[in-house]
DNA sequence: TAGATTGTTAATCGATTAACAATC
DNA sequence: TAGATTGTTAATCGATTAACAATC
């Protein structure tokens, strides 16, 4: 892999051919073609040969890529070659629903932790887990060394655990809470707002 | 408004933009700039103004927008000036949060609906709603004149229920389920996946 | 070999930013 | 009036597409 800078609209495909290609080796597929691959996912395979050259040369004239190899180099760019730890702050109705999701199954996540600031909350038991008070959040994430949260809090109480999520540490965050999120530049967030992505739907209606 | 076309990255910041000046005129205030917004949406003042500006003159020398006026305009622009029924399918953990988000309330939703091709949930109390079954959703979702569906099955499941979903006339489909969806030109996605998102930061860990 | 498909270059297309006259 | 901020133009920057030599 060169060093140049990847732009980041590249790396925000790369997820999506991944979870393909994933697919694909499911159904017991070997190789496959940016034409094909870009049939599945709705990019033009001009793109994707383009977005994938970045990283090396993963194909072959004639015959494509090999499903398999472009699956493990894909997982070591994104960095999900191995198992990342996760918390959950917010044990409402979306907690809950996070935190007993199996689509982090296979794709390089596992949740380890739910938070919650509601006393009455706190000692439930939610799938496999027992809700944590918020107060040891920030002790428990940086003993562990967790760098990715997922946030499914209230919007009033949003920036407040973000903040304190940074201070502990925490380097990305999926924010289910509809609010935009002010972080320092090293970490990133990323945006699930169901209103939001509806909002930008209804303008063709 | 003119009647140039809007590119859709555009139109993917508006609901962004309409979020963060919701949240303005709760807290109370009336006018805004476009630096102020750009401070808390992330983007430059540059950009909001230009943004804006494709759909008419909504702002004042020196003073900057009305938070009311602008947010009438938006909603009006993204068609949310009005309040749409939406349907449920899939009545697994996610349905059931997504069934009883509150988060659409006041941003122009309503979920009317769920349902689900297993038995043992039809019938089934979710909140308010009972769990419908799939065989009868494709003429609900006609009579009713539905446009808008959220799709929370499992992957394998998902293009069945999203060809149901275009022939029953859906327009816009919010797809939780973790796979591309082929569509017709007319119809809409926007794709909600966690561990897609996840994997777009972990590149930058 | 003939056919297929990559990786890459150059051309095109589109988005963002900087700057400032207009004006509240 | 003086200061602030818009709407818009032109310049810059970046992304996508088309085309094709290289080669499996």
Redesign the pocket.
């Known amino acids: 892999m060169n060093t140049k800078k990847i ?4 790396v925000g495909r790369l997820p999506v051919y991944l979870r393909a290609l994933q697919r694909m080796a499911d159904m017991g597929l070997k190789t ?4 094909e691959l870009g049939e599945h996912v709705g ?5 994707i ?2 977005d ?2 970045q990283f ?10 090999s499903i398999e190899f472009l699956l493990d180099k894909l997982r070591e760019i994104l960095k999900v070659d191995r198992i990342w730890d996760v918390v959950v702050v917010g044990a409402g109705d979306m907690g809950h629903a996070v935190a007993n999701y199996q689509g982090f199954q296979d794709r390089g996540f596992r949740v380890v932790a739910i938070f919650d600031n509601d006393k009455s909350k706190v000692g439930m038991k939610i799938g496999n887990f027992v809700v944590e008070d918020t107060e040891v959040m920030v002790d428990r994430i940086r003993t562990a060394d967790i760098k990715i949260a997922m946030l499914s809090v209230p919007a009033s109480a949003a920036q407040d655990v973000a903040d304190k999520l940074v201070q502990a540490g925490v380097r990305a965050i999926l924010n289910y809470a509809p609010i935009s999120l002010n972080v320092p530049n090293q970490v990133k967030v990323q945006y699930i707002d169901p209103s939001t992505h509806l909002q930008r739907m209804t303008f063709y209606l």
């Open positions: 732009p980041d609209i590249i496959t073609s940016s034409q990019i033009s395979a001009a793109q040969r383009k994938i050259s090396g040369e993963f194909g072959k004239q004639g015959t494509g890529y």
